[in-house]
C-alpha cells in the first residue's frame, strides 16, 4: 500500500472537526482529566448522557500516573474497592483494608473505560471561563487551545454548550475560581472557594463524600478541587476518595439528568 501525507492529514482534520463540532453541545462537560472526572465520564456515558472531558495538559490522568513521590503505586481504601473491580483494576492487599494498584495500570483503564463507553476527551484545550445566561447560571464553557494560553497570544477563545459542568480541576479549583471572581457575589457552597487545608488522608478522603456536589447552579465539583473549594484537607497518594467523588457526582447527575 502506497501512503500519502495530504490524504492522512485530511483523515485527522476531517474527523477531529466532525466530532468537535458535534462536541460543541453537550450534557455534561467535565473539566479536568484527573481520576474523579475519568469515573465519572465512565457511568456517565454509560447512562446516555452526552459527555466530554476537557484537559489542558497532553495527558490525561492528573498526578495519578506518578503514584507517591514518582512511585507507581497507589493506594486504595476498602470503601472504593468496588470501583477498581468496575475498571478491572489490578491489586492486591497490602494490609486489612489497604489495596495497592499499579498508578499507571489504573489510568490507563481509566482512560480507556470513560472512552469505551463512549465519553470524548480533548486534550491540550483550556478552559479559560463560563458562559452564563439567565439569574448568572453556568451554561457553558469558554475554551481555548492551551499552546495560546503558553505563548500569551491574543487569540480569541470558542463555545460549547452544556447542561452541566463538573469541575474537576484538583487543586486550583479553577472552574469555580473563575465563577467566584468573575460573577459578582456569586457564593460556591457554604463559604465560597476556601482553598485546601493541609493534608490529613483520613479526614480528607472522609469529607469527599460530603464536599462532592453542586456548588452554583449547574456547576458541580468532584476529587480535589470539591475539596479546595470547601476548605478540607489534601490527601496525598490515597485515591479512593478519588474514586468515590467520581462516582458521586455522576450519580448525582444522571438523577437529575435522566
Not at 490524504?7 to 473539566?31: G, H, N, P
Not at 503505586?73 to 492486591?92: P, T
Not at 497490602?94 to 473505560?113: M, P, T
Request: hydrophobic share 45%.
Amino acid at each position: 500500500m502506497k501512503l500519502d501525507e495530504v490524504t492522512i492529514s485530511r483523515a485527522i482534520i476531517d474527523e477531529f472537526s466532525k466530532v468537535f463540532l458535534d462536541y460543541t453541545e453537550v450534557d455534561v462537560a467535565l473539566v479536568g482529566g484527573g481520576p474523579a472526572n475519568l469515573v465519572a465520564a465512565k457511568y456517565l456515558a454509560e447512562a446516555g448522557l452526552k459527555t466530554v472531558i476537557y484537559e489542558k495538559k497532553l495527558s490525561v490522568g492528573g498526578g495519578m500516573w506518578a503514584g507517591g513521590m514518582m512511585f507507581p503505586r497507589i493506594v486504595v481504601q476498602e470503601e472504593a474497592r468496588h470501583i477498581l473491580d468496575d475498571f478491572d483494576i489490578n491489586y492486591h492487599e497490602y494490609e486489612e483494608g489497604y489495596y495497592i494498584a499499579n498508578s499507571v495500570e489504573a489510568v490507563g483503564k481509566l482512560i480507556s473505560a470513560s472512552t469505551t463507553a463512549g465519553a470524548e476527551i480533548f486534550n491540550l484545550v483550556n478552559v479559560e471561563d463560563v458562559m452564563i445566561r439567565d439569574n448568572d447560571e453556568v451554561c457553558g464553557l469558554v475554551i481555548n487551545w492551551t499552546a495560546v494560553e503558553i505563548g500569551r497570544l491574543h487569540v480569541d477563545p470558542l463555545a460549547i454548550r452544556a447542561r452541566v459542568v463538573v469541575d474537576g480541576t484538583g487543586h486550583e479549583a479553577a472552574v469555580c475560581n473563575t465563577v467566584q471572581r468573575k460573577v459578582p457575589g456569586a457564593k460556591l457552597g457554604e463559604l465560597g472557594v476556601v482553598g485546601e487545608k493541609p493534608m490529613w488522608a483520613d479526614v480528607g478522603e472522609r469529607m469527599l463524600v460530603e464536599t462532592t456536589k453542586e456548588v452554583y447552579p449547574n456547576l458541580y465539583v468532584d476529587g480535589m478541587a470539591a475539596n479546595a473549594v470547601a476548605g478540607a484537607p489534601r490527601m496525598g497518594p490515597v485515591f479512593g476518595g478519588m474514586l468515590i467523588s467520581g462516582k458521586q457526582v455522576a450519580d448525582l447527575i444522571i438523577e437529575r439528568l435522566k
